[in-house]
C-alpha cells in the first residue's frame, strides 16, 4: 500500500446502493428490478441512424455545445410542447447524460457555505454534487406515504444562504409527480429572490393517468432562474449512451459552458447526429407515457398476488412497495434478503436519504420486459 495519503472530497460516500444491489442480484443470479434501466430492445431505426452517421463520417469532435441540427430539433420539440422558445445556440448543451448535467449546474451556481434545498429520498448524485462544490445540503422529507412537498417547510428551510432548490418531477424513486399547485408555491416562494432552481426532468415523457408534466420549461418566470436536464436514455431506451442535455437562460449557461468546455468538452458525435433525426418523429416520445403505464397497470396486476402493498405512482421507472405486512426487518436487510433468497433485486429506498429514514418500503423498477416481470412476480408470491 502507498504512504501517499489524499484527503477526501466525500468522506462520508461509499459505493452506490445501485452497485451494490447489482452486484448482489449477479452474485446470486436474482432477476433485476434494482437499477433503473429496460432490459427491452430500443430503436432499431435509430441504431440504424446511428450506423449511418458513422458511415457518413461524422466520426470527429461536434461543437462542444452539442450538434446544432440536434439543439435545433431541441428547440422545436421545447416549442411543440410548452410554446416556449428557446434559442439553441445560446441556451441548451448536450451532456454527457442527465447526471453531469445536474453534476455541472451546482459546480457553475455554487460556491462554498451556500445552501441547497433537496428534498428526500432524493437522486443520490445531488448530495455529493452539493457538497464536493463546499455547498450544504439542506434536506427535506417528502411527506410519507404520498412523497408530496411541505412547502411551509420549504419557506421556513429558506434564507439569505439560500443559493437553490433542486427539484424532480416525475420523481425517482417513489413516482410522485409536482403538480400545477406545487410550480405555483416555487414562483411565489422564489419571486424576488437570488435562488436558482436545477430541475431534473429525465422522466418528463414517463408519466401516466393522464397527468401533465409540468415542466419548468413551461414557466418563464421559473426558466429565467433555472438550469434544467434531461436524459435522452430515459426517453429512447438506451441508458447506456449517457447522453443528455441542459437548458437555461443565457446568463446561466454563459457560466455552465465554463465549466463543461475544461471537463467534457464534445460528447459522442455519431449518435447526436443521429437523434438529431430520430427526434423529429414525435410519436417516439408522445407514446412513452402509456407505453410505460401498460407496464405499470401489468406489474402492479402480477403483484396483486403477493403480500406487498403498492404505493401509488404517477410516472418514471420505479414503484414502491410497502413490506409491513411481511417483516419489521430493515429495509437493506429485507431487500438484501429478498435478493439472494427469493432471488429478485430491488432497492431499499432509505437508501436515498441521508439519513436513512426507513419506512418499510421497497423500490422496484418495472421498465422490464413482460417476461421479466412475471418472473420476478413468480419469485415473489411465496413470500
Ligand atoms: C432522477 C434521475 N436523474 C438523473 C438520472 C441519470 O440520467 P443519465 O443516465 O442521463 O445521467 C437518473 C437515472 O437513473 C435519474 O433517475
Known amino acids: 500500500m502507498s504512504s501517499i495519503q489524499i484527503k477526501s472530497k466525500l468522506p462520508n460516500v461509499g459505493t452506490t446502493i445501485f452497485t451494490v444491489m447489482s452486484s448482489l442480484a449477479a452474485q446470486h443470479n436474482a432477476i433485476n428490478l434494482g437499477q433503473g434501466f429496460p432490459d427491452y430492445a430500443m430503436s432499431e431505426e435509430l441504431i440504424a441512424f ?5 458511415k457518413t463520417g461524422h466520426n470527429q469532435y461536434v461543437h462542444m455545445n452539442g450538434f446544432m441540427p440536434l439543439r435545433e430539433a431541441l428547440a422545436e420539440k421545447v416549442e411543440y410542447l410548452y410554446t416556449t422558445d428557446i434559442n439553441p445556440d445560446t441556451r441548451i448543451t448536450i451532456t454527457p447524460g442527465a447526471t453531469y448535467a445536474i453534476y455541472t449546474a451546482l459546480t457553475t451556481i455554487l460556491q462554498p457555505g451556500d445552501e441547497v434545498i433537496v428534498f428526500e429520498p432524493a437522486y443520490d448524485s445531488y448530495i455529493p454534487g452539493i457538497e464536493i462544490n463546499g455547498a450544504r445540503a439542506v434536506t427535506i422529507q417528502l411527506q410519507f406515504p404520498g412523497y408530496t ?19 424532480n418531477s416525475p420523481h425517482n424513486p417513489t413516482g410522485s409527480v409536482l403538480a400545477e399547485n406545487d410550480m405555483e408555491q416555487l414562483r411565489a416562494l422564489t419571486k424576488d429572490t437570488n435562488i436558482i432552481i436545477v430541475s431534473d426532468e429525465v422522466y418528463e415523457h414517463l408519466i401516466f393517468d393522464n397527468k401533465k408534466h409540468e415542466s419548468i420549461l413551461k414557466y418563464p418566470d421559473l426558466l429565467e432562474k433555472s438550469l434544467v436536464c434531461f436524459s435522452f436514455g430515459k426517453v429512447y431506451h438506451c441508458t447506456g449512451w449517457k447522453l443528455g442535455y441542459c437548458i437555461a437562460p443565457e446568463y446561466l449557461m454563459k457560466e455552465f459552458r465554463k465549466i463543461h468546455q475544461f471537463n467534457c468538452f464534445t460528447c459522442d458525435a455519431p449518435k447526436q447526429v443521429a437523434l438529431s433525426s430520430f427526434l423529429k418523429k414525435r410519436e417516439n416520445y408522445i407514446e412513452l407515457g402509456s407505453f410505460l403505464q401498460k407496464k405499470r397497470d401489468y ?10 402493498k403498492p404505493l ?5 421507472y420505479f414503484q414502491v412497495y ?14 438484501f434478503r429478498l435478493t439472494k433468497e427469493q432471488g429478485v433485486a430491488t432497492i431499499p429506498v432509505s437508501a436515498f436519504y441521508s439519513s436513512g429514514t426507513d419506512n418499510h418500503v421497497l423500490r422496484f423498477c418495472f421498465s422490464k420486459k413482460e417476461s421479466t416481470l412475471e418472473a420476478a412476480v413468480e419469485r415473489l408470491i411465496g413470500l
Open 299 to 308: 406489474f402492479q396486476g402480477l403483484m396483486q398476488q403477493t403480500k406487498l
Open 322 to 335: 410497502s413490506y409491513n405486512d411481511l417483516s419489521d426487518e430493515s429495509e437493506k436487510d429485507f431487500a
Open 312 to 316: 401509488p405512482t404517477y410516472g418514471s
Open 50 to 54: 446511428v450506423n449511418e452517421a458513422m
Open 149 to 167: 412537498i411541505n412547502w411551509d417547510e420549504v419557506k421556513s428551510k429558506i434564507n439569505e444562504r439560500t443559493r437553490a432548490i433542486m427539484i
